[in-house]
T-cell receptor
Protein backbone atom coordinates (compact mmCIF):
# COMPACT_ATOMS: atom_id res chain seq x y z
CA UNK A 1 0.00 0.00 0.00
CA UNK A 2 1.12 3.53 -0.75
CA UNK A 3 -0.95 5.36 1.84
CA UNK A 4 0.48 7.56 4.56
CA UNK A 5 -1.92 8.36 7.41
CA UNK A 6 -1.48 11.62 9.31
CA UNK A 7 -3.01 12.88 12.54
CA UNK A 8 -4.35 15.07 13.96
CA UNK A 9 -6.17 16.97 11.23
CA UNK A 10 -5.85 20.19 13.21
CA UNK A 11 -3.85 21.26 16.25
CA UNK A 12 -3.95 24.33 18.46
CA UNK A 13 -1.10 25.05 20.87
CA UNK A 14 -0.03 27.98 22.98
CA UNK A 15 3.09 29.96 22.18
CA UNK A 16 6.09 28.21 23.71
CA UNK A 17 4.37 24.82 23.74
CA UNK A 18 5.28 21.61 21.93
CA UNK A 19 3.44 20.65 18.74
CA UNK A 20 3.37 16.95 17.85
CA UNK A 21 2.14 15.55 14.54
CA UNK A 22 2.06 11.84 13.83
CA UNK A 23 2.22 9.74 10.68
CA UNK A 24 1.96 6.02 9.98
CA UNK A 25 2.74 4.03 6.85
CA UNK A 26 2.30 0.49 5.55
CA UNK A 27 4.76 0.19 2.69
CA UNK A 28 8.04 -1.09 4.11
CA UNK A 29 9.79 -0.11 0.87
CA UNK A 30 9.58 3.56 1.86
CA UNK A 31 13.13 4.75 2.60
CA UNK A 32 12.85 8.52 2.85
CA UNK A 33 10.47 10.49 5.07
CA UNK A 34 10.32 14.28 4.68
CA UNK A 35 8.11 16.84 6.38
CA UNK A 36 6.85 19.84 4.46
CA UNK A 37 5.45 23.15 5.74
CA UNK A 38 2.90 24.98 3.63
CA UNK A 39 1.55 28.49 4.14
CA UNK A 40 -1.71 29.59 2.47
CA UNK A 41 -1.22 30.33 -1.22
CA UNK A 42 2.30 28.91 -1.25
CA UNK A 43 3.93 25.67 -2.30
CA UNK A 44 5.16 23.15 0.28
CA UNK A 45 8.63 23.91 1.70
CA UNK A 46 10.91 21.13 2.90
CA UNK A 47 11.34 21.35 6.66
CA UNK A 48 13.29 18.28 7.72
CA UNK A 49 13.70 14.69 6.52
CA UNK A 50 14.86 11.34 7.87
CA UNK A 51 15.91 7.94 6.60
CA UNK A 52 14.83 4.72 8.38
CA UNK A 53 18.32 3.86 9.63
CA UNK A 54 18.10 6.79 12.07
CA UNK A 55 15.66 6.98 15.00
CA UNK A 56 15.77 10.72 15.52
CA UNK A 57 16.88 13.83 13.68
CA UNK A 58 16.91 17.35 15.09
CA UNK A 59 17.25 20.65 13.25
CA UNK A 60 16.77 23.68 15.44
CA UNK A 61 13.31 23.54 17.02
CA UNK A 62 12.18 20.71 14.72
CA UNK A 63 12.72 17.02 15.52
CA UNK A 64 11.65 13.89 13.66
CA UNK A 65 11.23 10.72 15.71
CA UNK A 66 11.17 7.50 13.69
CA UNK A 67 9.95 4.07 14.85
CA UNK A 68 10.74 1.55 12.11
CA UNK A 69 9.16 -1.46 13.85
CA UNK A 70 5.89 0.41 14.40
CA UNK A 71 6.06 2.04 10.95
CA UNK A 72 5.42 5.42 12.50
CA UNK A 73 7.17 8.76 12.52
CA UNK A 74 6.38 12.09 14.09
CA UNK A 75 7.31 15.75 13.95
CA UNK A 76 7.93 17.66 17.17
CA UNK A 77 8.06 21.45 17.12
CA UNK A 78 9.59 22.77 20.31
CA UNK A 79 8.91 26.27 21.62
CA UNK A 80 6.14 26.72 19.05
CA UNK A 81 5.75 30.27 17.71
CA UNK A 82 2.82 32.05 16.01
CA UNK A 83 4.94 32.12 12.84
CA UNK A 84 4.84 28.31 12.84
CA UNK A 85 1.10 28.46 12.12
CA UNK A 86 0.79 26.60 8.81
CA UNK A 87 -0.23 23.25 7.36
CA UNK A 88 2.26 20.45 7.84
CA UNK A 89 2.49 17.39 5.61
CA UNK A 90 4.39 14.21 6.19
CA UNK A 91 5.47 12.27 3.12
CA UNK A 92 7.33 9.15 2.11
CA UNK A 93 9.06 7.85 -0.98
CA UNK A 94 10.72 4.69 -2.26
CA UNK A 95 13.99 4.29 -4.12
CA UNK A 96 14.32 3.09 -7.69
CA UNK A 97 14.59 4.75 -11.07
CA UNK A 98 12.28 7.58 -10.09
CA UNK A 99 11.04 8.90 -6.77
CA UNK A 100 7.48 9.96 -6.11
CA UNK A 101 6.34 11.47 -2.83
CA UNK A 102 3.26 10.03 -1.14
CA UNK A 103 1.79 12.66 1.18
CA UNK A 104 -0.31 12.50 4.30
CA UNK A 105 -3.54 14.48 4.46
CA UNK A 106 -2.01 17.39 6.38
CA UNK A 107 -2.26 18.97 9.83
CA UNK A 108 -3.33 22.57 10.23
CA UNK A 109 -1.32 23.99 13.13
CA UNK A 110 -2.38 27.16 14.91
CA UNK A 111 -0.07 28.63 17.54
CA UNK A 112 -1.82 31.13 19.79
CA UNK A 113 0.14 34.19 20.97
CA UNK B 1 19.69 31.39 -7.12
CA UNK B 2 16.12 31.15 -8.40
CA UNK B 3 13.98 28.42 -7.00
CA UNK B 4 11.29 26.53 -8.85
CA UNK B 5 9.07 28.90 -10.83
CA UNK B 6 5.61 28.24 -12.23
CA UNK B 7 3.29 30.12 -14.54
CA UNK B 8 0.62 31.29 -14.56
CA UNK B 9 -0.19 31.81 -10.88
CA UNK B 10 -3.94 31.58 -11.41
CA UNK B 11 -6.12 30.34 -14.23
CA UNK B 12 -9.85 30.09 -14.83
CA UNK B 13 -11.20 27.69 -17.47
CA UNK B 14 -14.55 26.17 -18.36
CA UNK B 15 -15.44 22.50 -18.59
CA UNK B 16 -14.17 20.80 -21.71
CA UNK B 17 -11.36 23.27 -22.33
CA UNK B 18 -7.66 22.47 -22.37
CA UNK B 19 -4.97 24.05 -20.19
CA UNK B 20 -1.17 24.21 -20.22
CA UNK B 21 0.85 24.93 -17.09
CA UNK B 22 4.57 25.68 -17.09
CA UNK B 23 7.45 25.01 -14.72
CA UNK B 24 11.11 25.93 -14.59
CA UNK B 25 13.18 23.81 -12.22
CA UNK B 26 15.69 25.01 -9.67
CA UNK B 27 19.09 25.80 -11.17
CA UNK B 28 21.13 22.62 -11.65
CA UNK B 29 18.12 20.32 -11.38
CA UNK B 30 17.20 18.08 -14.31
CA UNK B 31 14.09 16.30 -13.00
CA UNK B 32 10.59 17.69 -12.73
CA UNK B 33 7.62 16.13 -10.96
CA UNK B 34 4.02 17.36 -11.05
CA UNK B 35 1.51 17.09 -8.23
CA UNK B 36 -2.17 17.95 -7.89
CA UNK B 37 -3.33 19.37 -4.56
CA UNK B 38 -7.09 19.57 -4.05
CA UNK B 39 -8.35 21.98 -1.41
CA UNK B 40 -7.68 20.70 2.09
CA UNK B 41 -5.74 17.65 0.92
CA UNK B 42 -2.15 16.58 0.48
CA UNK B 43 -0.49 16.74 -2.95
CA UNK B 44 -0.97 13.73 -5.22
CA UNK B 45 1.72 12.63 -7.67
CA UNK B 46 0.81 13.02 -11.34
CA UNK B 47 4.06 12.16 -13.14
CA UNK B 48 7.81 12.74 -13.29
CA UNK B 49 9.95 13.84 -16.23
CA UNK B 50 13.65 13.14 -16.61
CA UNK B 51 15.75 13.31 -19.79
CA UNK B 52 12.66 14.55 -21.63
CA UNK B 53 10.76 11.34 -20.92
CA UNK B 54 7.95 10.44 -18.54
CA UNK B 55 9.63 8.17 -16.00
CA UNK B 56 6.82 7.42 -13.59
CA UNK B 57 3.12 8.13 -13.48
CA UNK B 58 0.58 8.28 -10.70
CA UNK B 59 -3.08 7.31 -10.86
CA UNK B 60 -4.22 10.00 -13.28
CA UNK B 61 -6.09 9.57 -16.59
CA UNK B 62 -4.55 10.11 -20.00
CA UNK B 63 -6.16 13.56 -20.11
CA UNK B 64 -3.11 14.59 -18.12
CA UNK B 65 0.02 14.73 -20.22
CA UNK B 66 3.35 16.47 -20.03
CA UNK B 67 6.50 17.42 -21.74
CA UNK B 68 10.05 18.26 -20.75
CA UNK B 69 12.27 20.50 -22.85
CA UNK B 70 16.06 20.29 -23.37
CA UNK B 71 16.53 23.12 -20.83
CA UNK B 72 14.73 20.87 -18.26
CA UNK B 73 11.65 23.10 -18.04
CA UNK B 74 8.34 21.27 -18.23
CA UNK B 75 4.71 21.65 -19.19
CA UNK B 76 1.61 19.97 -17.81
CA UNK B 77 -1.32 19.70 -20.18
CA UNK B 78 -4.85 18.79 -19.14
CA UNK B 79 -7.48 18.11 -21.82
CA UNK B 80 -11.26 17.99 -21.56
CA UNK B 81 -11.27 19.76 -18.20
CA UNK B 82 -13.69 18.58 -15.53
CA UNK B 83 -14.94 20.50 -12.50
CA UNK B 84 -12.95 18.07 -10.36
CA UNK B 85 -9.71 19.22 -11.97
CA UNK B 86 -9.93 22.44 -9.95
CA UNK B 87 -6.87 22.34 -7.72
CA UNK B 88 -3.43 23.76 -7.01
CA UNK B 89 -0.95 22.23 -9.44
CA UNK B 90 2.53 21.97 -8.01
CA UNK B 91 5.80 21.44 -9.77
CA UNK B 92 8.77 20.03 -7.89
CA UNK B 93 12.34 19.68 -9.06
CA UNK B 94 15.20 17.48 -7.92
CA UNK B 95 18.88 17.11 -8.84
CA UNK B 96 18.23 13.77 -10.54
CA UNK B 97 15.36 11.33 -10.86
CA UNK B 98 16.69 9.23 -7.99
CA UNK B 99 17.45 12.19 -5.70
CA UNK B 100 15.31 12.10 -2.59
CA UNK B 101 14.87 15.81 -2.02
CA UNK B 102 12.21 17.60 -4.04
CA UNK B 103 11.76 21.37 -3.99
CA UNK B 104 8.33 22.76 -4.79
CA UNK B 105 7.28 25.82 -6.68
CA UNK B 106 4.45 28.14 -5.60
CA UNK B 107 1.91 26.33 -7.75
CA UNK B 108 -0.73 27.30 -10.28
CA UNK B 109 -4.27 27.63 -8.96
CA UNK B 110 -6.69 26.25 -11.58
CA UNK B 111 -10.41 26.87 -11.32
CA UNK B 112 -12.71 25.01 -13.71
CA UNK B 113 -16.21 26.45 -14.04
Amino acid sequence: QQQVKQSPQSLIVQKGGISIINCAYENTAFDYFPWYQQFPGKGPALLIAIRPDVSEKKEGRFTISFNKSAKQFSLHIMDSQPGDSATYFCAASTGGSARQLTFGSGTQLTVLP
Amino acid sequence: DAGVTQSPTHLIKTRGQQVTLRCSPKSGHDTVSWYQQALGQGPQFIFQYYEEEERQRGNFPDRFSGHQFPNYSSELNVNALLLGDSALYLCASSLTATQETQYFGPGTRLLVL
